[in-house]
């Protein structure tokens, strides 16, 4: 290869510099809000010194690399940058939470992480923060909720910026080329926000708190400018809003492509739609029920309560009506649990194990079963329906499917376990585990400023690990280890 061509690792250095230029300018977004607020001007060095480090730094590899040519990747190289791109992220968006002197650095990393992730879990205290800061984590979680690689690499390439985009763990290629499906996701994603906005000024929710909840419910990451979320409003109008951009959020991309051009009949059919309607008939009574034959709810108010928690959830939201979920049945946590760890649409904002895996799970099983009761010379091509077409299931898809869901237990488990070494109960370890871990935000409050270091830095590997879905990272480690026994790295 010519020496004026750059490729390999010192490729991924040049193009985290790249990056670095962008998290740089994203970090200067937030500085409106002091347009509006000129009283918060002293939070401007929080964000204009990391901002500034991010942009020079990657000016400075940009500018060393500038005249040679690019090369290529080589196999798995692109998930090692997509993990680098995350932590660079959230290292300089933790700066801002750390520079204030009111947060850690480790209490600035665990919310980035939870920003960019679109969990929700927070060791803010939103009633004595400033404006700035709290609409600086609606914009992590807007740029988490769109994707954060699709946000930095339509910057860059398109072809080289699909293959990251893949390795992020996204498959919504709405269009041909990157540049054009993120084009369509992002009119879809802001329209969906401006409409949600509308909708809450529109049933007396002040400006600035309608853009910040819309913009998080969009995005299924549940950070609120209220301490008591979305039960602050008391508002059966708000409530249905938000369930609608909360469902909105945790629905598949292409779901809504087929929506917007009429095609009904291939959104009803498609698995994950049908998968939901079932979840709903049978979790959503089941919570109805439990909040009702505890006492203290007529059955209106324990169906309002249900179908919201319900929806928050499943979606991977994490916005609360209720004030305090340690004094719910038991039945209504663990039902929760379950929703949590299940998730929402795969393509969408939100986290979990996604529909399509569970889904695809139990017809495996089932057609499993099928295979024993059948002569063993029967082959049979198996199909599932995605979004109105029947899709040839592989046997490596099912193989690779049950080790995603063996490995979200694996991880599942090691974490709460972890919880329960500090004294927590197993439920209350499982639940606020199984939030970070499916990036929901639900909390029984065992994450927040007085958690200790390693409760919040395991809920930051949870909360990573979730959004990346373990084997970006596991193959990035893998070929960096490799390749170091190789002495190939740079």
Known sequence: MDKRTVSGYPLI?????????????????????ILFRPQE???????IIPSLIAITSGSAIVFYFKDREKGHLERNQDAILVVLIWM???????LPFSLSGTYSLTQGVFEATSGFSTTGLT?????EAPHILLFFRSILQFVGGVGLVLVLTSAISDK?????????GHSDKLMPNLIRSARMILTIYVGYIVLGMLAYMAFGMPFFEALNHSICAVATGGFSTNASSIGAYDSVQIEIVTIVLMILGGTNFFVHLMLLRGKLKNVFSHIEIKLLGILILLFLPMLV???????????????????????????????QTIASFNPMPETFLFILIILMV?????????????????????????????NQLSHRKTIRTRFINKLGTNTVVEKEDIVFNYSFLMTYVIVLLSGTLIFTAFGYTLRDSLF?????LGTVGLSVGITGANAHPLILWTSTFGMFFGRLEFFVIFVAISKVVLDVTKKKIM
Not at 41 to 47: M, R
Not at 304 to 312: A, K, P, V
């Open 432 to 436: 606020e585990f199984a939030s970070a």
């Open 342 to 370: 299940l998730g929402a649409g795969m393509g969408s904002t939100a986290g979990g194990m996604k529909q399509y895996r569970v889904a695809l799970a139990f017809k495996s099983f089932f057609w499993s079963v099928k």
């Open 88 to 94: 660079m992220a959230i290292f300089y968006s933790a």
């Open 41 to 47: 001007i002293a939070q401007l060095p929080h964000f």
């Open 160 to 168: 080289f910026g699909m293959r990251l985009y893949n390795a992020e």
């Open 13 to 33: 250095v040049n193009y985290l510099g790249i990056f670095s230029i962008l998290i740089g300018l994203i970090l200067l977004v937030p500085l409106t809000v």
């Open 123 to 127: 060791v803010v205290n939103v009633t």
């Open 289 to 319: 029920i439990s909040i009702r034959t505890a006492g203290g709810e007529t059955f209106g108010q324990s169906l309002r309560i249900g179908t919201f928690q319900f929806f928050s959830a499943i979606t991977g939201t994490g916005y």
